[in-house]
Every structure is written in structure tokens, then in C-alpha cells.
């Protein structure tokens, strides 16, 4: 039973960080796009905002990696906490910081010098995504 727990922890703290990167891009996106039609020339810009949310799957993945050598018998109801915390984390993160960044492309189609501004926004849910990471590290 500890071993199962210990593969679904982990399998959760990939799934979870990927799902929460791919919704995030998707957010971030289907606003750049929208913005394509109000303002060509800013493309740039918005296709830097909208990558930002993928980071939180980079780190889903980074832990899952370095968790690989765990001894998920002996250490299953640990292994399932560390990837659920770290998946939830990254989940909602990923998702609000696509968000973040879509207001931010929106604001930059409207004419309005913004990016600098969304990408210090931006930072703010990516840094407890961060923190999440450093602690699976650490156990």
C-alpha cells in the first residue's frame, strides 16, 4: 500500500504541474490571440507572456526527476504528500499566473506600456510554485 502511495505522489507532482501549465499557456494564449487582431505588431510581447505559465510544469518535472531514487515502499506516505503538495501548488499557480499574464497582454493591445509591470506580477504565483520545488528538494 505505502509503495502505491508513493507512485501516485509522484505521478501527482508531474501530472498535476503539467496540467497547471497547460491550462495556464492555454489562458495566456487564447488572449494573445485575441490580442493578434487588436495590435500585430506586439506579438512579441505577447508570446513572451504567454510562455511564462509553462515554468510550472519545468518544475513538476525538475522534482519528479529527482525524487526517480525514492524508495517509495519504505517512504510511500511521504513520496504522496511531497508530489501532492508540489502538484497542487504548481497547479493553481500555473493557472493564475496565465491569468496574471493575460490581463497583462490585454493591457499591452490596448496601447498601454505594461509588460515589465505583468512580468513582476507574473513572478509573484511563480515563486510559491519556486518555493514548492526547493522544498521537495529538501525532504
Known amino acids: 500500500?505505502?509503495?502505491?502511495?508513493?507512485?501516485?505522489?509522484?505521478?501527482?507532482?508531474?501530472?498535476?504541474?503539467?496540467?497547471?501549465?497547460?491550462?495556464?499557456?492555454t489562458i495566456a494564449g487564447n488572449?494573445?490571440?485575441g490580442a493578434l487582431k487588436k495590435?500585430?505588431?506586439?506579438?512579441?510581447?505577447?508570446?513572451?507572456?504567454s510562455a511564462l505559465?509553462?515554468?510550472q510544469g519545468l518544475?513538476?518535472?525538475v522534482a519528479f526527476l529527482m525524487w526517480m531514487g525514492k524508495d517509495f515502499a519504505a517512504q510511500g506516505p511521504l513520496c504522496f504528500g511531497v508530489g501532492l503538495a508540489?502538484?497542487?501548488?504548481?497547479?493553481f499557480s500555473g493557472i493564475r499566473q496565465g491569468q496574471v499574464?493575460?490581463?497583462?497582454?490585454?493591457?499591452?493591445?490596448?496601447?498601454?506600456?505594461?509588460?515589465?509591470?505583468?512580468?513582476?506580477?507574473?513572478?509573484l504565483p511563480e515563486f510559491y510554485a519556486i518555493l514548492s520545488l526547493v522544498a521537495a528538494l529538501m525532504v
Open 53 to 55: 505559465p509553462a515554468t
Open 31 to 33: 488572449a494573445a490571440e
Open 1 to 25: 500500500m505505502n509503495e502505491l502511495l508513493g507512485y501516485f505522489g509522484w505521478a501527482m507532482m508531474l501530472g498535476l504541474a503539467g496540467v497547471g501549465s497547460a491550462y495556464g499557456t
Open 101 to 123: 499574464c493575460a490581463n497583462g497582454i490585454a493591457g499591452i493591445a490596448a496601447g498601454h506600456d505594461v509588460q515589465t509591470n505583468t512580468m513582476i506580477y507574473a513572478a
Open 86 to 91: 508540489v502538484g497542487l501548488v504548481c497547479l
Open 59 to 61: 518544475y513538476g518535472f
Open 39 to 49: 495590435n500585430k505588431d506586439k506579438s512579441s510581447s505577447y508570446m513572451i507572456l
